[in-house]
Structures are given as structure tokens and as C-alpha cells.
């Protein structure tokens, strides 16, 4: 493939899996891969930054991970408190745009906050756009979606007229972000997990074997290389 065939990709959607067998392989407890896969984000974030990925999103937690022990999903809630705390004012300096989508009034008022706060301080931002999925499912969002489309209609014109895709995409939590371009999954699990189940729908999926504490640059870059060996046909032609 020559240079000028090389593309980016506009949007990188990630699923981060695999924390607690990397822990549970090391004999280690399962909140230690979770503070591993913080140092992940943070690898992923400054390689999706040097390869020019202008937007990247990743599943932190869904909305089935509150079935998780209550010891866990509290850890899980204290580290996410400690991301946002510490990293913030970083990400901020580096020009990293940060926002959250999912069902946050699950969370803790403080946690709420936190992420409120968050929000705004980057909202200016333009190095890159980093979007955090958490207490997030997509057929969730699907269900809210119409919920708040529904309650946009015209009960005076035909209602069926009035949905349309573009229509729900924009009462989606992702409104004004281009889709997906590539899916990546780590672990080498292959499923979404209700992960951006509208947004991908022409996307590129990547199942690399790496646990998530273990991803970093040389990854996502062959996760991109792959992206560009693809022929995509967005259901115009056979064969």
C-alpha cells in the first residue's frame, strides 16, 4: 500500500478487556488489573495522539458491570474517582477534550460532579476527543434515544415521517461525533457487548490477542495497519 492509500481513522472505539485475567494470571486481585488498565488508557491516549486519531472512545464500564460484586464495582468507582482527580488537569493541559456518555445519574453525586467538572474544563479542547463510555449499554441508549425523539414529534404531521436516522442518531449520546471507523477488542474476545451498537454499524472490527493492561502504541498501530488492509464497501457492491 503506498503512502497516499494510507489512511487514518476519524474515530477509534475500544473495548478494554482482559484486566482481571491479567491479574488473575499474575495471582493478583482483580482491582490490580484495573489499575494496570488505567496506565492502558493512558498509553492509548498519547498513541492515538502521535498517530493523529482524532477521536477515541473507550468502554469503560456498561451498564451490566453493576451485576459485578459490590466489592468490585466500588474499587472500579473509587479508581475512576482517582482518574478523574489526577488526571484531569493533565489532559486539560495537553488539549484532550474528555466526555463521558452513559447513564452517569447511576453514579454518585460527588462522582457526577467530578465529570460535570471535567467536562467543562475541556470542553474547549481540540488536540483530541476523548469519550468515555460508562454505566453504558447500547441498547440503552437506543431505548432513551426514542424516548427523547418521541417527545420532539409533531403530533399535528404524520408521526412515522418524522423518524428518521438522522433524527435518532442526533437524540444519541454520541450526537455531532463522526462514527466509528474501527472497533478494536482486546483478549481476543469477538463480540460488542452492546458496545456503540448503531454507531458501527460500518465499522471495522479488530480482535487483537493482548490483554488491556499489556496494549500500548505498537497495538493500536497495527490495529490501524489492519484498518487499511480492509476494501470498505459500506454494502454498495458484492463479491
Keep these: 500500500m503506498s503512502d497516499d492509500a494510507y489512511k487514518t481513522p476519524q474515530h477509534i472505539a475500544i473495548i478494554m478487556d482482559g484486566n482481571g485475567r491479567w491479574a488473575e494470571a499474575r495471582g493478583l486481585p482483580r482491582i490490580a488489573g484495573h ?10 491516549l498519547e498513541a492515538a495522539v502521535d498517530l493523529g486519531v482524532p477521536y477515541l472512545t473507550l468502554y469503560g464500564f456498561s451498564s451490566e458491570n453493576w451485576r459485578r460484586p459490590e466489592k468490585e464495582v466500588s474499587d472500579l468507582m473509587g479508581l475512576l474517582r482517582v482518574y478523574l482527580q489526577g488526571e484531569i488537569a493533565h489532559l486539560h493541559k495537553e488539549g484532550v477534550r474528555l466526555r463521558v456518555i452513559g447513564e452517569r445519574e447511576r453514579f454518585e453525586p460527588d462522582l457526577i460532579r467530578l465529570i460535570e467538572e471535567s467536562e ?120
Design 120 to 239: 467543562k474544563l475541556t470542553s474547549g479542547n481540540t488536540r483530541i476527543n476523548l469519550t468515555i463510555a460508562l454505566s453504558y449499554g447500547g441498547r440503552q441508549e437506543l431505548v432513551r434515544a426514542v424516548r427523547v425523539l418521541a417527545g420532539k414529534l409533531d403530533p399535528g404531521q404524520p408521526l412515522a415521517a418524522q423518524i428518521t436516522e438522522e433524527r435518532v442518531a442526533e437524540a444519541l449520546y454520541t450526537a455531532g461525533m463522526p462514527d466509528p471507523d474501527l472497533v478494536i477488542r482486546t483478549s481476543g474476545e469477538k463480540r460488542l457487548s452492546n458496545f456503540l451498537l448503531w454507531q458501527s454499524a460500518y465499522a471495522e472490527f479488530v480482535f487483537p490477542g493482548v490483554l488491556w493492561p499489556e496494549f500500548g502504541k505498537e497495538d493500536l498501530a497495527r490495529a490501524i495497519a489492519e484498518f487499511n488492509r480492509r476494501e470498505r464497501r459500506y454494502g454498495t457492491r458484492a463479491g
Design 35 to 44: 489499575r494496570a488498565g488505567i496506565e492502558a488508557v493512558r498509553r492509548a
